[in-house]
């Protein structure tokens, strides 16, 4: 086949594809002439094989919405034996490439030229994936259109520095919500991803149900179910009091964040069920243990780089700090979102008496931290 650009083979989990030979660097990535495939993607594509692999139903029908190379929906084939597949990609160099890969790994499906928001407005599946260059947000009103009673979403969003907080006007612009820069940052923009799904879910007369939340890399990540039915959504505003601790406010407040998902972030039960494959990554094997550890304790971790900066003093090893809050017989692990970030079920004031009596002697400038 004649290509206008150079390619090369590619082992991805069970797929082997090829993509366009070009250089890429680390980070999200943009628009380019090629069809696109990044290499720094494979750990948000070997955790939708592990969770499509243990989604509640079987998945007789899914979209890869905006497929580029196909590697996404080629490994849902092969390593969650998702059936029903449909491929889609507005470019047509893209569709060409996806159909040679599909045959390459031999897949039988369609794959449909055109925009995703256009297709969608037409065709519903049980299970649409949108992992777009930067927002979601263009095609999150088309996605949440279907006329299926039930059907689950994957969405990837790459605009991470706005949801976190760098770019507070352009996440109001593109989500209606304020978020708000600090270690937790990221959490905040998944509850912020979340809440304006709900909320397009409830124009439409449906409700959303987390299965799996997380950040990694460049890029944030959720997993959900949609059910057609009326119910309000757990929705708030909350303000940072202390670090780590976010209480929750009229939305009409001084420094209000949000709206936010107030509810959980993840489905516990399924989160505990799923098991990384014989493809998938070690650094996502680690992810997931780390996301299980800590899918079913209370919202918002705190790192203790901020209860030392606090304290005034030098942190403890994070673990020395888990196990003093294990040993009063709090519930403690370590989040996926912070090297030293933990979340706990303690109390604030006792969490802090626990770190401060687990801060390294001598450290600390003799001040006590506001409680
Ligand atoms: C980030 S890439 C997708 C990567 C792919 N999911 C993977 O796992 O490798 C985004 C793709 O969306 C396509 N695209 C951008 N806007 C689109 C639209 N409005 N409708 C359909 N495809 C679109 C681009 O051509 C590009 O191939």
């Not at 309000?232 to 009409?252: D, I």
């Not at 997931?288 to 003093?313: H, I, K, M, N, W």
Request: contains cysteine.
């Amino acid at each position: 086949m004649n290509r206008p650009f150079p390619i090369r083979d590619v082992t991805e989990g069970a797929a082997r594809i090829l993509v366009p030979d070009v250089p890429r660097h680390r980070g999200p990535g943009k628009a380019g002439p090629w069809p696109f495939y990044n290499p720094t993607m494979a750990v948000n594509r070997d955790i939708s094989a592990i969770v499509l692999a243990r989604w509640p139903r079987p998945i007789r029908s899914a979209l890869d919405g905006l497929a580029a190379t196909g590697a996404w929906g080629i490994r849902m084939a092969l390593e969650a034996h998702v059936t029903g597949l449909t491929f889609n990609d507005r470019s047509s160099m893209a569709a060409d490439l996806v159909r040679e890969n599909l045959r390459r790994n031999r897949v039988d499906a369609p794959v449909v030229v055109g925009d995703l928001a256009t297709h969608l407005s037409s065709a519903s599946y049980e299970f649409v994936d949108i992992d777009p260059f930067g927002p979601p947000s263009p095609f999150l009103a088309a996605a949440f259109g279907s006329d299926k009673s039930a059907y689950g979403l994957g969405i990837t969003a790459t605009d991470t520095a706005v949801l976190s907080g760098t770019y507070p006007d352009a996440c109001e612009r593109r989500y209606d919500a304020r978020p708000f820069r600090c270690p937790q940052g990221p959490e905040i923009g998944l509850r912020i991803l979340l809440g304006y799904c709900a909320r397009l879910a409830v124009e439409r007369g449906s409700t959303i149900r987390p299965v799996l939340s997380f950040a990694a890399e460049h890029f944030l990540r959720i997993f959900l179910r949609v059910r057609k039915g009326r119910k309000s959504p757990p929705l708030g505003h909350v303000v940072r009091r202390r670090p780590g601790e976010f209480v929750p406010v009229a939305s009409s407040a001084a420094d209000a964040i949000g709206p936010l998902w107030t509810g959980p972030m993840h489905d516990p039960a399924i989160v505990r069920s799923l098991v990384a494959s014989s493809w998938s990554l070690p650094s996502t094997a680690r992810l997931l243990a780390t996301l299980q550890a800590e899918a079913d304790l209370p919202a918002y971790f705190v790192s203790t780089d901020e209860l030392a900066a606090e304290a005034r003093g030098s942190p403890p090893r994070v673990e020395r700090f888990l196990d003093g809050l294990r040993s009063e017989g709090y519930r403690a692990a370590r989040t996926h979102f912070h090297p030293r970030g933990i979340r706990t079920d303690a109390p604030y004031d006792d969490l802090l008496r626990v770190f401060l009596d687990r801060m390294p002697t001598g450290s600390r400038d003799g001040s006590t931290p506001a409680s």
